[in-house]
């Protein structure tokens, strides 16, 4: 189904599969090199959503015995490496002739930098850090915490002192009163399916997946569930060089009915996100009161003005000036501020119902009956691809509660024949088979207008390769989330607009692989 995806197993169905993986200390010692160090340059990328690193950093490690305190530990030498002026402290609360060996290498090698120091815990209270590391427990720790362990993490959690909070692979004590709380878990090689349950969404904080190269071969192993990270290659075939003949059809027209006279904004972000995705062609059906006012800011686009109901809304009247053009469009994508009005709704209706071309319906659009509608298209025409947040979500569906159901997901995508885009901290595409989540993006997409550029970036993509739009849909997604995540290192997460967003879509593509 979904190529650029690798699977989420539970913590068992993980250790065994790395038991088939990695044989013998030098397979283990590699593979904990290549979590730890790409887990220490990815604390330093995302600090930058805070702040810039300071000059003389300062970070404390939290260290057991087993291997996920050796990748925490290969975490802090990588920052000492990149990072001249870091300082790094080592919290033990085991003793050292208890740690596993590779564990005990990765400790000499941190301590024989010269930058690391062991750190006392009378001092956590007065001491304070710019990033901690949380590499205490693994996948395989049994609940309850020891007495110990709930102590140092209870002073760590409450310390104020603290910026920047991580975890390698799991929060500490997850399923525990006591727990660590993170800003960011790094999952190392295989995302676990404890990250994504929503009741440990206060401690996990955001998920960066580290792939180290466990899924080179399939996976073959039963899963207990249909779930899978996408990861940053989805976007890899908008990074290779176009073929040289080709020209302006080559590559998708999108048509997009979408706004109206009280909400122009949604249109225009559909439009400029649309635009950016690299789609050939774009035809805009706008409100005539402001077609020739857009058609003035995106002069690239065809604008087509629709005439309007008296509240301003996209009039039933103006239907032909669709229909006539249909032939011509290789995906429609129609919703964004379109209001509620009945004749709007039941232009909505007709598209979905006529168009052979796959169809992207946002907002207004994601009405039960549509989804009925949506379900009794001909496979050749293409799919339906709905972006509902939650709340839609159970409009559509009839889910009494706002909890997130993946079954429930897969349900709905299922027997409406459609591809649900589930918005949320993390973003689910559903095909009815499998769910692919994106854990690219964070807390700066939680502000008005983002769902329209994210709906654009789908609509311009699927446009482009309407026989693959579920991948294309993939990779609207991760791209969103990936300009969201660079604007917020650039500018930070707070005083930004939303817009602002589509300036890192093109810097994406171009940054090293």
């Known amino acids: 189904m979904m190529s650029s995806t690798h699977p989420i197993l539970t913590p068992e169905e993980s250790i065994n599969w790395e038991k088939q993986l990695l044989h013998g200390k030098d397979a283990e010692w590699a593979a904990m090199n290549r979590a730890g160090r790409a887990v220490g340059r990815a604390i330093l990328r995302d600090f930058q ?69 062991l750190f006392n815990l009378i001092k956590l209270k007065h001491t304070s850090f710019d990033i901690v590391i949380d590499g205490l427990l693994g996948m395989q720790f049994h609940l309850p915490l020891r007495d110990e362990l709930l102590g140092v993490i209870k002073d760590v959690n409450e310390h104020k002192g603290i910026r920047f909070r991580v975890s390698v692979d799991m929060p500490t004590g997850v399923g525990d009163a006591g727990a660590f709380r993170a800003d960011f878990t790094y999952a190392t090689g295989i995302a676990k399916v404890p990250l994504f349950k929503p009741a440990n969404a206060h401690l996990v904080g955001r998920v960066r997946y580290i792939d180290i190269g466990f899924f080179e071969a399939p996976y ?113 994508l129609c919703g964004s501020g379109i209001g509620r009005e009945p004749e709007t709704l039941q232009l909505v209706k007709d598209i979905v119902a006529e168009a052979k071309v796959p169809v992207i319906l946002d907002a207004d659009a994601l009405m039960p009956e549509v989804a009925d509608i949506a379900a009794k298209r001909d496979a050749s025409s293409g799919p339906v691809v709905m972006t509902p947040h939650m709340g839609e979500f159970m409009r559509l569906s009839g889910q009494a509660d706002s909890d997130y159901d993946a079954e429930k997901l897969l349900q709905f995508s299922r027997e409406k024949r459609v591809v649900t885009v589930l918005k949320g901290p993390y973003t689910r595409i559903c095909d009815g088979e499998q769910t692919a989540i994106s854990a690219f993006g964070g807390p700066v997409l939680a502000r008005g207008g983002s769902g329209d550029l994210l709906a654009g970036l789908i609509g311009g993509l699927v446009a482009q390769t309407p026989r693959d739009a579920v991948e294309a849909t993939c990779c609207g997604v991760a791209l969103h989330g990936m300009a969201a995540d660079r604007l917020a290192r650039t500018l930070g997460q707070v005083a930004v607009s939303t817009t602002q967003l589509l300036d890192h879509v093109g810097p994406v593509l171009r940054e090293p692989l």
């Open 49 to 117: 959503e805070m702040a810039p690193l300071p000059s003389q950093p300062r970070i404390l490690v939290l260290m057991n015995k087993g291997h996920n305190t050796g990748d925490a530990l290969l975490a802090a030498d990588e920052i000492l490496k990149l990072h001249a002026g870091a300082e790094v402290h080592v919290l033990l609360t085991a003793d050292k002739r208890d740690m596993r060996t590779l564990t005990r290498r990765a400790f000499s090698e941190l301590m024989d930098t010269g930058r690391a120091t």
């Open 220 to 332: 073959d192993g039963a899963r207990e569930v249909a779930e899978n990270i996408l990861k940053p290659g989805v976007v890899d075939p908008l990074r290779r060089l176009r073929p040289s003949h080709s020209d302006k059809r080559t590559y998708g027209h999108l048509f997009v009915v979408s706004g109206s006279r009280s909400m122009p904004g949604a249109l225009l972000m559909n439009i400029k996100a649309a635009a950016r995705s690299g789609a050939g062609l774009i035809t805009a059906f706008a409100p005539e009161s402001v077609a020739a006012q857009f058609a003035a800011v995106v002069p690239e686009v065809m604008w087509v003005p629709w005439p309007e109901t008296p509240e301003g809304g996209l009039a039933l009247e103006g239907r032909h000036l669709l229909i006539e053009r249909l032939p011509r469009a290789s995906a429609v």
